[in-house]
Nanobody, 118 residues
Framework: QVQLVESGGGLVQPGGSLRLSCVVS????????MGWYRQAPGKQRDLVAV???????NYADSVKGRLTISRDNAKNTVYLQMNSLRPEDTAVYYC????????????WGQGTQVTVSS
């Protein structure tokens, strides 16, 4: 009933940039927080950045100053602008949206691979 579809991943050299997008579709009432998470091989899924419906953002310390989260509420879309990428940013990136049903429920995308390598 609700789908989150990420796009924009790929292979980039160290120091390069990528822009991830995540579109939420389906039976949407209202969306609260939206966020990006990442999971490297053999590691747990970690928070990268989260943004409220009002536009307030928080970031993991490791990405502050390099990655920027934003959202377009009219398009039900969240973005992650990734600059000055490092090899340690290599991971599968997932988006999450908190959508209201009777209670707030977290929905996840299928993930998009980001590889930073020369």
């Amino acid at each position: 009933q609700v789908q989150l579809v990420e796009s924009g991943g790929g292979l980039v050299q160290p120091g390069g940039s990528l822009r991830l997008s995540c579109v939420v579709s389906g039976r949407i009432t209202s969306i609260n927080d939206m966020g990006w998470y990442r999971q490297a091989p053999g590691k747990q899924r970690d928070l990268v950045a989260v943004i409220t419906s009002g536009g307030s953002a928080n970031y993991a310390d490791s990405v502050k100053g390099r990655l920027t989260i934003s959202r377009d509420n009219a398009k039900n879309t969240v973005y992650l602008q990734m600059n000055s990428l490092r090899p340690e940013d290599t991971a599968v990136y997932y988006c999450r949206a908190q959508i209201r049903r009777i209670v707030w429920i977290d929905y996840w995308g299928q993930g998009t691979q980001v590889t930073v390598s020369s």
